[in-house]
């Protein structure tokens, strides 16, 4: 069971306590993104390409198809709720009209997430007393963890590809952590705005944990733009965890536009991080673990002084001999002429006996 949680980890981040996992967090293969950030000190690289094929018209041209990459950056260094990325693309099109192709850089995207809220719930592995609390579904779960993201598109792109201004991307990011093998990811989108191609989406990911490396996932995205028609996209595929610090995957998604589905698109890629998550106050050695050498001596002394606190107290007082009452000038007192009386009286008592 603790390796399915890991697994779910891996590919959306199913972090109940923090935003830091042991393994890798990774975004792709889907196009959804969790409320979770990284962890500090952690710079993590998510790259991958892609094939689209296309007969709707975009912008000017009408595009037969398009392939290219994508490369997303992350990185926390304050907070640990608090995550900044950056979204790029390069990508080639196939035109239908001259000049036939058009290639560069279509998107560079600077942002920051933020947790707002992190969801916290029942460990009912811990119910010993009834089978039915235990396997009952916990209703608190159906609360989300709630993240905010704000980004910047830039302008700074390839000619062909370039916007009429830089403008503003913000969306509201919901996880809701159904039981130890089965997250459910929503997001809320407004991109484009400060311009005229102003557009509106959401998404809903749903990603199963079927053992300890393997997961999957199903897609459902729905875009909204006054120029264009509507556009719904539903997508699928496998991430697959090659070590804690790489990941894997392969996905694919088609188009509904006006009851057909004139596009599909696939991708291939992985994910890898450098963690440096854990401060250095440890050394490593063939041996093991060793901690600064002044550090050692300081914590030896304490251990001893602990020790010999305790030895002491468990030692026990020896009864201190009575004294006895006798007055300052050394003459008996009134109870020792007392104890002197009984004591000659008893001798008297034995040598009656004897007689």
Do not use: C
């Not at 080639?92 to 969801?119: C, H, Q, W």
């Not at 952590?177 to 809903?204: G, K």
């Not at 305790?310 to 007055?327: G, Q």
Request: hydrophobic letters at 35%; a positive charge; zero cysteines.
């Amino acid at each position: 069971m603790k390796k399915i949680i890991i697994t779910l980890l891996f590919f959306y981040s199913f972090s109940l306590t923090a935003q830091y996992t042991n393994i890798i967090n990774s975004k792709r293969p889907g196009f959804s993104e969790s409320p979770y950030g990284v962890g500090t000190k952690v710079f993590q690289m998510e790259a991958g390409g892609f094939y689209q094929n296309n007969t709707l018209a975009d912008r000017v041209f009408a595009t037969n198809s398009n392939y290219g990459a994508n490369l997303f950056l992350r990185y926390s260094a304050f907070l640990e709720k608090l995550e900044i990325n950056l979204d790029t693309r390069y990508q080639k099109d196939n035109l239908s009209i001259s000049p036939y192709s058009i290639s560069g850089f279509s998107r560079l995207t600077l942002g920051a997430k933020y947790l707002i809220y992190n969801a916290t719930y029942k460990d009912k592995s811990k119910e010993i007393r009834s089978w039915k609390k235990r396997h009952a579904f916990d209703w608190s779960r159906l609360v989300p963890s709630v993240g905010a993201y704000i980004g910047w598109n830039s302008n700074f792109l390839t000619t062909t590809y370039k916007q009429e201004n830089s403008s503003i991307k913000a969306a509201v990011l919901l996880q809701n952590d159904i039981n130890e093998r089965f997250v459910i990811l929503t997001n809320l989108m407004v991109d484009n705005i400060l311009l005229d191609q102003l557009s509106y989406s959401y998404i809903l990911t749903s990603t199963l944990a079927i053992n300890d490396k393997l997961s999957v996932f199903f897609e459902h995205q729905g875009i909204f733009n006054k120029l264009r028609d509507n556009e719904y996209q539903f997508g699928g595929g496998f991430a697959y965890l090659a070590s804690k610090d790489i990941q894997l995957d392969i996905s694919a998604r088609t188009s509904m536009i006006d009851q057909e589905f004139p596009t599909y698109y696939l991708s291939l890629g992985g994910s890898w991080r450098l963690d440096k998550h854990q401060k250095k106050l440890k050394e490593t050695t063939l041996e093991g673990t060793k901690e600064p050498f002044l550090k050692r001596i300081f914590k030896k002394k304490k251990h001893k002084k602990k020790k010999l606190h305790n030895i002491k107290a468990k030692k026990r007082k020896k009864p201190k001999a009575k004294k006895s009452r006798k007055s300052k000038k050394g003459t008996p007192t009134f109870f020792d002429k007392k104890k002197k009386k009984k004591k000659k009286r008893k001798r008297r008592k034995k040598q009656d006996k004897d007689n």
